[in-house]
Structure formats: structure tokens, C-alpha cells
């Protein structure tokens, strides 16, 4: 048997046309290689989609795909991930799943028909609900046949980046044979205690950081999974490549912003562009003149006379003067405990209670609290009562 373990598709990403067709032609392959390496199954692990409600042209080749990969006996277990998933309304997740395209994951087991696999999974929430989540579920081992648990979360054993708020893997159910992991974007499998982590990075990508790990020489893909009855057999990856990424990084340090101009517009010259996606990456500090002084429209207008599409990164050129912005590492609630620190400086509130950060802020939270099968009055009148709670105790 063999199943397919994919993440992180989102579809209906990026404003530019070609990058939209992109990034769903890749997941079009992915969908073909499945029927054409006939796998007995296909596992999502969230972010299929880029919204709660995707672009409907995008959605609509997307769900013929998917009918034809049910069509072919294939069956398709699917999670919300941080994108697709929306606390106050209904997923298109959830109308896909009522309709019979594919199924969404629960934290109880189902055993697939074919296989006899047993597949559980949780869905993506905020970090502090899937931490309360993995804490209360009490998920086991039901017979002999392999387990795979899918997930859309980072565990602090594949990254240290805090603003991801990775979870710890002791928090996760015991004994399964594969984990099958979204929300990282970068490729990476863990053998833990016997059992596989895996985290197959995007299929394509959904912003200009993807662009550029792929343009760096980053593979892009899923994984394919073989198992019998006793086991994980071996798992394998395969890349999907739908266009070129030229990366061009320039660095005008100590350069006047005349010279900048000059020298971008000789190495596009000297490149082969034609078809290509491309990401021009400028950085440094000017000696003289400032960014804006360079023609970037000129640059760009240069660019598309053979390239598909381009994306200028100008984050890090700073004229001489422009002092550069420290980027702190914080979570977001970390994030917004300041900002509202700062904010609340500037008022004068008659009511000291709205003067404390920690009051806003569980206001905040009470606000962002999702409706989890309650009627539109019934959770209204829940947060309402809470923050009058939070308020006046």
C-alpha cells in the first residue's frame, strides 16, 4: 500500500496571475502523479487552500481535479490548516467535506476501506488551542494496522522560531507510525521514538520567501509513503516543478544610487530571462543619493520583455542616512502586548480599567474566540458575557 502526504498548498495565493496559476498547476500534478503512481490514498495537512473562502475560478479547477482522483478510487483526508480555517464562519473545508469530495479529519480514528490504515488528525486553531487540544485528546493505538496522525502545527524539535509557536512532540498522541505534518515550509523528517515526523514543505509556496527558497535551489514537493501491515516500508520525495525561479541578489553597499541603476541593468543583460520567474533581491546602504532615485519601473519594464513575471525585494536598500529597523523575534502575543502598551500611552481613558494592557488584551482574546458549532446569537451573547465579565468582573 502507499499513501501520499502533502501540505501547505494555498490555493488562491498571490495577487500575480502567473504565480495563481502557478501555484495551482502545481497542485494539479501532484493530484496526476497521485492517480498515475496509483497511491490508495491522499493525506492534506492543512492550508489547501489560502482563505476560508477561496477564488472561485481556482476552487472550481481544483474540486474537477479532486473529483477525478475520487473517481479513480483514491480516497482524500483533509485538515484545516491557519489559512483555511476561520473562527467566526464556515470553511470551504467544511462545504468540500458535506459535499463527499473528501473527508475532514477528526481527533478520533477512521479506518480507510482499502487499506485498513487508521487516520486521525487535528486541525490548525490559534497555538494556544492546539496546545489545549493536543492536551486533552487521549488518542490510541486501536489495533495491529498502522497509524497516522495529521497535524498542521511546528513541534520544537524542526524549529526554534518563536513567532511559529512550536509545540512540544510530548504533547502529541503516543505510538503512531507516521506524522504527517503541515505549516512548516520547509522540508524535514525526524525519526522520534520509533516513529516518522515528516513535514514535506509546500507544494509551491504562498509568498515571496517560498519564491526564493525554491529559486535558492529548494526543492518543492510531497511525499509518497509505501506501508503494510506491519509498518512505514520507506517513503520517498517528489519534487514538482511547474516554472524556473531566477534569483538575482545585488548588493549595493557603499554604492552611489547612479551606479546601482547601471550595474542592475548590465546583469539583466547578461542574464538568460526568457519564461523565467523572477526575483531581483537588492540590499545594502547607499554612499549617495537615495532608493528612490533609482528607476526601479525602468528595471522592471527591462525584466518582463522575456521574463514571465518579476518580484523586486527592496526591504533592505537603504539610502545613507536611513537608519535600519530592528526586527524583534516575538509572538504574537507578545506583539500585541506591546503595541497596545504603546497605543494606551497616547489616551487618556476616564475608566482606569481600559488603561491596563492585560485588560485589552483578554478582550482581544475573548473577541478571537471561534464559534465552534454554536448558533450566530449563542456565541454573540458568549463573548458579550465575557467581556462584560472582563470588564466589571
Not at 246 to 271: G, H, R, T
Not at 298 to 312: D, G, P, Q, S
Not at 377 to 382: G, K, L, M, N, P
Amino acid at each position: 500500500f502507499k499513501f501520499a502526504h502533502i501540505s501547505d498548498v494555498h490555493l488562491g495565493a498571490y495577487r500575480d496571475n502567473f504565480l495563481k496559476e502557478a501555484n495551482l498547476k502545481a497542485f494539479l500534478n501532484a493530484m496526476d502523479i497521485c492517480i498515475k503512481e496509483n497511491v490508495n490514498f491522499i493525506v492534506i495537512a492543512g492550508d489547501l487552500f489560502d482563505s476560508n473562502l477561496p477564488d472561485i475560478r481556482i476552487l472550481n479547477s481544483a474540486v474537477k481535479k479532486m473529483k477525478e482522483v475520487k473517481n479513480n478510487g483514491i480516497e482524500i483526508y483533509v485538515i484545516y490548516g491557519s489559512h483555511d480555517y476561520s473562527p467566526i464562519s464556515a470553511s470551504m473545508i467544511d462545504t468540500l467535506h458535506s459535499a463527499g469530495l473528501f473527508v475532514k479529519l477528526e481527533p478520533n480514528f477512521i479506518k480507510d476501506i482499502k487499506t485498513k490504515a487508521n487516520i486521525a488528525g487535528i486541525s490548525a486553531r490559534k497555538a494556544i488551542v492546539d496546545k489545549q487540544i493536543m492536551e486533552e485528546i487521549k488518542l490510541e493505538r486501536i489495533d495491529e494496522n498502522i497509524h497516522i496522525f495529521v497535524f498542521h502545527a511546528a513541534i520544537d524539535a524542526f524549529t526554534t522560531e518563536r513567532f511559529l509557536q512550536p509545540l512540544s512532540f510530548d504533547l502529541f498522541p503516543k505510538g503512531m507510525d507516521y506524522y504527517a505534518g503541515g505549516h512548516l515550509h520547509k522540508r524535514d523528517v525526524k525519526k522520534i521514538n520509533n516513529s516518522i515526523v515528516a513535514y514535506p514543505g509546500p507544494l509551491f509556496g504562498y509568498d515571496y520567501r517560498d519564491l526564493e527558497s525554491t529559486g535558492k535551489g529548494e526543492k518543492k514537493g510531497f511525499y509518497i509513503v509505501e506501508f503494510d501491515e506491519s509498518g512505514i516500508k520507506n517513503y520517498r520525495f517528489v519534487e514538482i516543478n511547474v516554472c524556473e525561479i531566477e534569483f538575482i541578489e545585488y548588493d549595493a553597499e557603499s554604492k552611489p544610487s547612479s551606479l546601482v541603476e547601471s550595474e542592475l541593468m548590465n546583469i539583466l543583460k547578461s542574464k538568460s530571462l526568457k519564461d523565467k520567474v523572477v526575483l531581483l533581491k537588492i540590499k545594502g546602504r547607499l554612499s549617495s543619493g537615495k532608493p528612490g532615485d533609482i528607476d526601479f519601473e525602468k528595471i522592471r519594464k527591462a525584466i518582463l520583455e522575456e521574463a514571465a513575471t518579476v518580484y523586486i525585494n527592496r526591504n533592505q536598500l537603504l539610502g545613507r542616512e536611513e537608519e535600519k529597523i530592528e526586527i524583534k523575534e516575538e509572538t504574537s502575543e507578545e506583539i500585541e502586548k506591546r503595541i497596545f502598551e504603546d497605543m494606551l500611552k497616547r489616551f487618556q481613558f476616564k475608566n482606569k480599567i481600559l488603561s491596563n494592557p492585560q485588560t485589552c488584551l483578554e478582550l482581544l482574546n475573548a473577541i478571537k474566540e471561534e464559534n465552534v458549532d454554536e448558533k450566530k446569537a449563542e456565541y454573540e451573547r458568549r463573548i458579550i458575557e465575557k467581556a462584560y465579565k472582563i470588564l466589571f468582573g
